[in-house]
C-alpha cells in the first residue's frame, strides 16, 4: 500500500479529530506546529478558543481563591469559638496565593473589583454553609476593603495579627 502525505484539509480533519479525542495530545500536536512554524497545518478555532479559555481560567482562580479567603474571613469574625490553626492557616495561604497570582497576572488588577463582588456572595454561602449560621447573618456587601482582605494585618475582631494561634 503506497502512502501519500495528508492534505492540509485532510490533516486538519484529523486534528479536529484528535481535539475531540485526546486532548492532551492535541496540545501536544499544536506545540510541535508551532515551533515548526508550520501554520497551515494549525486547528486555528480551537486554538483561539482555547487562549481565551486559559484567559478565563485565572479569572476563575482570582474569583475562587479571594471567595474561599472571604469565607474564612467571615467565619473568623462570626463564629470566633470555632477558630482554629487550619482556619488561620487558609487565610494565610489564599492572601499569598491570590497576591503570586496577581503578580503573575498584572492586567488581573482591573478586575479586582469585580472579582471582588462575585467572590464576596460566594465566601457569604461558604461561611453561612460551614458555620451553620443563617446568610442574615453576614452582611449583604462586602464590608472589608481589598487592601484588608490581602493584608497580613486583618483577622476580624484581632487587634494584632501576630500572636494568632502562636
Given at each position: 500500500m503506497m502512502h501519500t502525505p495528508q492534505t492540509g484539509q485532510t490533516a486538519k480533519r484529523g486534528m479536529l479529530n484528535l481535539?475531540?479525542?485526546d486532548f492532551w495530545a492535541w496540545t501536544q500536536e499544536q506545540a510541535n506546529l508551532l515551533r515548526n512554524c508550520q501554520w497551515n497545518q494549525l486547528d486555528l478555532p480551537n486554538l483561539v478558543e482555547e487562549i481565551e479559555s486559559l484567559g478565563r481560567k485565572?479569572?476563575?482562580e482570582l474569583r475562587n481563591r479571594l471567595s474561599i479567603l472571604i469565607g474564612h474571613l467571615l467565619k473568623w469574625e462570626y463564629q470566633s469559638e470555632q477558630r482554629s490553626r487550619s482556619w488561620i492557616a487558609?487565610?494565610?495561604?489564599?492572601?499569598?496565593?491570590?497576591?503570586?497570582?496577581?503578580?503573575?497576572?498584572?492586567?488581573?488588577?482591573?478586575?479586582?473589583?469585580?472579582a471582588l463582588q462575585n467572590a464576596y456572595t460566594n465566601g457569604r454561602d461558604l461561611a453561612s454553609g460551614e458555620t451553620n449560621l443563617p446568610l442574615s447573618t453576614f452582611p449583604q456587601e462586602c464590608s472589608y476593603t481589598l487592601?484588608?482582605?490581602l493584608s497580613d494585618i486583618l483577622y476580624p475582631g484581632e487587634s494584632k495579627a501576630d500572636d494568632l494561634m502562636q
Open positions: 481535539y475531540e479525542t485565572e479569572r476563575q487558609t487565610i494565610r495561604v489564599q492572601r499569598r496565593e491570590t497576591l503570586i497570582l496577581l503578580s503573575e497576572n498584572p492586567s488581573l488588577k482591573p478586575y479586582l473589583e469585580e487592601e484588608e482582605i
